[in-house]
């Protein structure tokens, strides 16, 4: 096993290229794998390869799952804005949301009504629960304001800012943040400092780099002022494959450094199920491990409009004191879908996984995610 270490007396910019190029060189070796033109081949010795074969014999399964569909299941929010009080409250939340977030652009000079501001706010409880830490709630909340005046498309964003590190399309309940404190189910001045930060976003500020980018300044958990940077591109590779790739990285005066890598490989055809292969790895001063990981290799299905079902198998682990380890794996199913309403989801996610490090055999563990989106 090859010793890795991290010697954060090198330049911090050289920690955070050095992710970036790991992510490109997992792009360049996928890509070089799909060069073939046609889809499916023949598995014989010359051209066999298991990335070509893999989905196929998936697709060629027998299922008793319902075929693919995007049927809408919920009315439109304009339809539905006046018939309770809770959808009433729901769009005139939403209505104050873009309309301060006009206010505030008119501060930094005139508006272009082709371009105008807008506003975001997901308002998520997470439960989760298992027969080891029992039950816990945790509510999150992250917004984000768009400025079109400023220039370099400026933004603030404010709440749990680690939703920001997970995948767009992350297929589980997550959360970085440490758990309830005292066997406490809702730890309230833990929520207050997990939700409470702030920050001014530039994204693209250059139109020279080969990638997406966001600069953040803020500030996070009440007094560790913070820069953080992240970099994201997307690869459309050959037979339905593309390749997605995310680097973070953040300073903080009190947290010091932090650096995640986020890729996705993922196989979709049109109108079929996809499958997808989700890795991170994570380092950071606030974590006892030098470095930790998470993959989850899964299926996805969708039966109706923004409806997901997935099934699949977790695996995570870490590295400390040259001592690698798989500390945790098991199988998974994961359901998502609007209830009710356009603006308001709700997910779960079952798991039967261990965990070596406390000493935990396989059992059962359940997330359910409220989530109301403004």
Aim: proline letters at 5%; a negative charge.
């Amino acid at each position: 096993m090859p010793h890795i270490k991290i010697n954060l007396s090198k330049p911090l910019l050289f920690i955070f290229l050095s992710g970036l190029a790991y992510s490109s060189t997992w792009a360049t070796v996928t890509e070089s794998v799909t060069e073939q033109k046609n889809w499916p081949l023949p598995a014989t010795d010359e051209n066999f390869n298991l990335l070509y074969q893999l989905p196929s014999w998936i697709d060629a399964a027998p299922t008793f799952l319902p075929q693919q569909s995007d049927e809408l299941m919920v009315r439109p929010i304009l339809e539905t804005a006046d018939r309770t009080w809770v959808d009433r409250k729901q769009f005139q939340i939403r209505s104050w949301a873009d309309d301060t977030s006009h206010k505030i652009d008119n501060w930094f000079g005139e508006t272009d009504p082709e371009k105008p501001a807008s506003a975001t706010l997901r308002v998520i409880v997470d439960n989760s629960w298992n027969k080891y830490d029992g039950y816990e709630i945790k509510p999150r909340i992250r917004g984000r304001i768009k400025l079109p005046t400023l220039e370099r498309q400026l933004s603030l964003v404010f709440g749990d800012d680690s939703l920001d590190n997970e995948l767009d399309n992350n297929v589980a309940i997550t959360n970085e943040n440490p758990g309830n404190s005292n066997d406490k189910t809702l730890d309230r001045q833990r929520t207050r400092e997990n939700n409470s930060s702030f920050a001014l976003r530039w994204s693209e500020f250059s139109k020279h780099l080969p990638f997406e980018t966001d600069l953040d300044l803020g500030l996070r958990s009440g007094n560790d002022i913070y820069l953080r940077l992240k970099a994201s591109k997307d690869w459309a590779l050959e037979n339905d494959f593309s390749f997605h790739a995310e680097q973070i990285y953040r300073y903080g005066i009190d947290s010091k450094n932090y650096l995640r890598t986020n890729i996705e490989l993922t196989h979709a055809r049109p109108n079929q199920a996809f499958l997808s292969n989700q890795l991170n790895l994570t380092y950071s001063d606030d974590q006892e491990d030098d470095l930790t990981w998470d993959n989850s290799l899964f299926r996805q299905h969708q039966f109706f409009h923004e409806n997901s079902f997935s099934y699949g198998i977790y695996t995570g682990g870490f590295l400390n004191n040259k001592d690698l380890r798989l500390n945790s794996w098991g199988p998974f199913i994961s359901w998502r879908q609007p209830l009710w309403r356009e603006w308001f989801y709700v997910q779960g996610n079952l798991n039967y996984m261990n965990d070596h490090r406390d000493d935990r055999s396989h059992f059962i563990s359940t997330s359910i995610r409220l989530e109301a989106l403004f």
